[in-house]
């Protein structure tokens, strides 16, 4: 867990926090549009969608069902990171790197404030992979 303390002003990370809100609640009713929450905070379930018995019906639950599961993923990840970045604003640890324990430029978390990592280590996992 970082021991470094988040350096923004608090206008800079109340700008941060309400656009962090806003990504959460805009993801939560996406996936509720095809899911169920479960118990657990950021995970959902997708529905099997029923169009009828027929088999060009049957092909088409198949198919929407397998985008949505997809789909499901891609938010839930999205989710997940809004979360965390939410509970490191709480923490007063937030903008701050989670592999240099550096701060993350305030230019970066505010193009993506979900960011956990700055551009430097970024680019060095990504060069990784």
Known sequence: MPKTKSQFSADVLKKIEASLLEEKAKLEKELSKFSKKKSDQDDFDTAFPDYGDKEDENAAEVADYVVN??????????????????????????????????????????????????MSCKKTITQEV
């Open 69 to 118: 599961l997809s789909l499901e993923e891609n938010l839930e990840k999205s989710l997940r990171d809004a979360t965390q970045a939410l509970d490191r604003l709480k923490k007063g640890q937030y903008g701050i790197c989670k592999y240099c324990q550096k701060p993350i430029e305030e230019k970066r978390l505010l193009a993506r404030p979900t960011s956990s990592s700055c």
